[in-house]
């Protein structure tokens, strides 16, 4: 898969270092329009999804702006943030259908990645798989594996971390792929109580992804019935400062006002937190 000017700022954005992407995309030049417009809808995507970490939600003054400008990528951005927020089913197929729309007019990145984003969360998984097909990129994999994951498909996903991982072990998007896959093995140890292997396999996870919530959650849970409280107490520090808005960040607000409230003094995190 041949690179373009723009693959490494895509890359950043994919498996969430926005920071990084803005600068990345501040230090790259691009020609084209369609390049232009690409690079304009991933500044603003970084932004909204930095706005959706710390805040919890998006402001609705950007998704109208977005939704009239003549950019198609911020186009399907505005509709895409949109489905994340949707409270029912009916929104959330009626705004799949409008992300189906804009993959068929505009075939470009955002609009297929968003698209089958919206298919795999609504269960189309084949419609998914069809649709990240679509574009032959490295992100359109990872997000093919993260598809096959979620069909309980962990042998196909494991063979296309291993291709992906092929191509450029060293890359970000190839230590996301092998993130993925430690991630599912971590959860599935988890389910069966067996807290070593799946602390070992979050910890593989963390060391190519330490920004992915799920896998800092993992650790949290896993530390928590080892008890390993001052590790725990590290990763749920690690998640307030990557993922303010998380719903275990939340809890576990609550419960230190709880506590504060009654007047118990806290000196960490409060070992409840982590439903064992």
Wanted: proline letters at 4%; a negative charge; hydrophobic letters at 45%.
């Amino acid at each position: 898969m041949e690179e373009d000017e723009l693959s490494q700022c895509r890359a950043l954005y994919y498996v969430g270092l926005y920071d990084l992407c803005i600068a990345r995309c501040g230090a790259t030049h691009v020609t084209g329009t369609l390049a232009q417009q690409e690079k304009e809808g991933m500044l603003y995507a970084c932004r909204l999804m930095q706005s959706r970490q710390m805040q919890g939600n998006v402001n609705p003054n950007e998704i109208r702006a977005m939704s009239a400008s003549p950019n198609p990528f911020l186009r399907s951005l505005a509709v895409y943030t949109q489905f994340l927020a949707a409270t029912s089913s009916q929104e959330q197929l009626t705004l799949y259908h409008q992300l189906r729309a804009l993959m068929q007019e505009q075939a470009n990145t955002f609009s297929v990645f968003f698209a089958a984003s919206a298919a795999a969360a609504l269960g189309n998984f084949s419609d998914a798989l069809q649709f990240a097909s679509q574009l032959q990129l490295l992100e359109m994999r990872v997000l093919k594996l993260q598809i096959l994951l979620l069909m309980n498909r962990g042998d196909l996903a494991e063979e296309e971390a291993r291709q992906v991982a092929a191509q450029n072990d060293d890359a970000p998007l190839s230590k996301l792929a092998t993130a993925l896959v430690d991630t599912r093995k971590a959860a599935a140890n988890i389910q069966r109580r067996d807290w070593n292997s799946a602390f070992e396999d979050a910890l593989k996870a963390y060391q190519q992804a330490p920004q992915d919530s799920d896998t800092l959650v993992n650790l949290i849970c896993c530390c928590r019935n080892m008890k390993r409280h001052q590790d725990a107490d590290f990763y749920v520090e690690r998640l307030s400062s990557v993922a303010p808005s998380h719903p275990m960040v939340a809890k576990m607000r609550e419960l230190h006002a709880a506590f504060a409230n009654a007047g118990v003094p806290q000196t960490a995190s409060p070992r409840t937190a982590v439903p064992l």
